[in-house]
């Protein structure tokens, strides 16, 4: 069955935060396809306060959570649904699914996470409500016995691999700036500039008061340049653009997750040339030296050859598998085990 047969005039409630408007992305991707989509952020609200005190110690939060999925219960009770779509889990209590299930008892429940559970582990709690289950993280598919599907990368990035434009750029890091990310692109840029390439870096933070409270609290942020720091997230269509001018994108995955980035199907998706410190990348059926370096995040050794072959293109099958259709067609309709990492069954 094709993706737009399964999703046409399908009634679908989907939970998710707010990730750089990706699922804005993913609302416009099922409406494209004939869905009806009703969207609630997964927290009751967004401010910094509320990521804080939901990360750090959700149970003086809890009482506001349960409000807001009380409110969405109530709102949604003469309504039909066919599927119920979480996103990441951080938030949604297991009596809302529970409730939710007595209210609709043919909706089809359907779970995918794009971060690890050592670092987010409230969506274990409900794991069992959903009756298909799916994680970008290998490791936790194998230890929770659920299914294995990576990111994907979003339409607008085939146009840059279809266009094959020159290069400003040798070298482009884009990310939030967490962990060990600055130390290592810092001595990764310096290097490639010593090799007479040019390259474009920017950090993200979410706001000055979480970079000053990091700064007390996390060792790694004090060696950050304050000046570096970018309080604004780029647009798509800046981070588009600095993807058409750049050869090799570099991804400095989080120390303690080993799923692959979003910027790692980015760099598939527009055709170009990703280094990076997750060792993990190997393991994937699109893997190949040519196109992928990767580098020890404690001992950095940098090849200039990388930078002056050409791209090798994926197969075409490959290719759409890692398009977001690809990632739709997976969740919702059929899955592709045993595509992606052989260890995987």
């Not at 306060?49 to 110690?57: E, H, T």
């Not at 979410?206 to 060792?219: A, P």
């Not at 990703?274 to 893997?287: A, D, G, H, P, R």
Request: net charge positive.
């Amino acid at each position: 069955m094709k993706l737009r047969e399964y999703l046409h005039n399908k009634n679908i409630i989907f939970f998710s935060v707010q990730t750089f408007n990706l699922e804005k992305e993913i609302i416009g991707k099922l409406k494209e396809y004939g869905a009806f989509v009703d969207y609630y952020d997964e927290r009751p609200s967004n401010n910094i306060f509320a990521k804080g005190i939901i990360r750090l110690k959700r149970s003086v939060y809890q009482h506001r959570i349960d409000k807001y999925y009380k409110n969405i219960l109530h709102q949604v009770a003469h309504k039909k649904y066919d599927i119920l779509f979480v996103n990441r889990g951080e938030v949604v209590p297991g009596f809302f699914l529970e409730e939710f299930k007595k209210l609709q008892p043919k909706c089809e429940m359907v779970f995918y996470t794009w971060d690890s559970f050592t670092n987010h582990t409230h969506p274990t709690t409900i794991l069992k409500y959903f009756d298909k289950k799916f994680t970008f993280d290998s490791d936790d598919a194998v230890k929770y016995n659920i299914n294995f599907r990576p990111l994907f990368y979003l339409d607008s990035y085939k146009s840059i691999k279809e266009e094959k434009n020159k290069w400003e750029y040798d070298l482009l890091f884009l990310g939030t700036a967490h962990s060990d990310r600055y130390e290592i692109s810092t001595k990764i840029i310096q290097w490639s500039e010593n090799q007479g390439f040019k390259c474009f870096s920017y950090y993200f933070m979410h706001s000055r008061l979480v970079y000053f409270y990091k700064k007390k609290y996390d060792q790694t942020f004090k060696k950050f340049d304050f000046k570096k720091l970018s309080f604004k997230s780029l647009t798509k269509n800046e981070i588009l653009e600095l993807y058409r001018k750049t050869n090799v994108i570099l991804d400095i995955n989080h120390p303690g997750q080993k799923g692959l980035t979003m910027r790692t199907f980015e760099a598939l998706g527009a055709g170009k040339k990703l280094i990076t410190t997750n060792k993990e990348i190997e393991k994937y059926s699109f893997y190949s030296p040519n196109n992928v370096y990767i580098i020890n995040r404690d001992n950095i050794i940098l090849d200039k050859g990388f930078f002056e072959t050409v791209y090798e293109d994926v197969n075409q099958e490959l290719y759409y598998k890692a398009s977001i259709e690809g990632w739709l067609y997976c969740v919702f309709v059929e899955k592709d085990l045993n595509y992606w990492i052989k260890e995987i069954a």
